[in-house]
């Protein structure tokens, strides 16, 4: 079946980098974007932007350029997001999740990876 | 960018009634490309309709997807105990996609 597997839980300090992986598995990895979506605590969900893993194109959300990269290893299937220049309030739950076209709905997603930004 | 609102913030109501939860779009989604999210406590969102009004796999019948305009409907004909939850709507049809805020479906 059809699964994508998130890294583990991370504990940044302000100003450092993260870097999130998402392993999938059940499916050709490059026939398949990968969006990335992320959740503050108690909050709703935020599209972050997607990684073309065939092309290897990205594409974001204009509040997160210059901070973040999405790149990908064809290799081992694996999809991963960079987040840098960490603040307090990118504190949340990083979701990876695939869709068959850029423009599609998201089916499935990973089970999240906690991402604590604190001194 | 497009601008999803939903309503209402919270659905209170019992086993077995309908689920009426609504979404409105700021303005035309493309193609009408609209999905509905679930999202229990802990656990990832699951893909319940997409392209507004076609059910995912291995969704029940319960659930079911309109749009009139820029106004997306997700109806749950009878509530089950495990539809208790919170449901997002997020349109792909206009780059960047969005979401909207969410709607909380509790028990009465």
């Known amino acids: 079946q059809v699964q994508l597997v998130q890294s583990g839980a991370e504990v940044k300090k302000p100003g450092a980098s993260v870097k999130v992986s998402c392993k999938t598995s059940g499916y050709t990895f490059t026939g398949f974007y990968i969006h990335w979506v992320r959740q503050a605590p108690g909050q709703g969900l935020e599209y972050m932007g997607w990684i073309n893993p065939h092309s290897g194109d990205t594409k974001f959300v204009q509040r997160f350029q210059g901070r973040v990269t999405m790149t990908r290893d064809t290799s081992i299937s694996t999809a991963y997001m960079d987040l840098s220049r960490l603040k307090s309030d990118d504190t949340a739950v990083y979701y990876c999740?695939?869709?068959?076209?850029?423009?599609?709905?998201?089916?499935?997603w990973g089970q999240g990876t906690l991402v604590t930004v604190s001194s | 960018e497009i601008v999803l609102t939903q309503s209402p913030g919270t659905l209170s109501l019992s086993p077995g009634e309908r689920a009426t939860l609504s979404c409105r779009a700021s303005?035309?989604?493309?193609?009408?490309?609209l999905a509905w999210y679930q999202q229990k406590p802990g656990q990832a969102p699951r893909l319940l309709i997409y392209?507004?009004?076609r059910r995912a796999t291995g969704i029940p019948d319960r659930f079911s997807g309109s749009v009139s305009g820029t106004d997306f409907t997700l109806t749950i004909s009878r509530l089950e105990p495990e539809d208790f939850a919170v449901y997002y709507c997020?349109?792909?049809?206009?780059?960047?996609?969005?979401f909207g805020q969410g709607t909380k479906v509790e028990i009465k």
């Open positions: 999740a695939r869709s068959p076209i850029a423009a599609a709905e998201l089916d499935p």
């Open positions: 997020q349109q792909y049809g206009n780059s960047p996609a969005t």
């Open positions: 303005q035309s989604v493309s193609l009408n490309y």
């Open positions: 392209d507004a009004s």
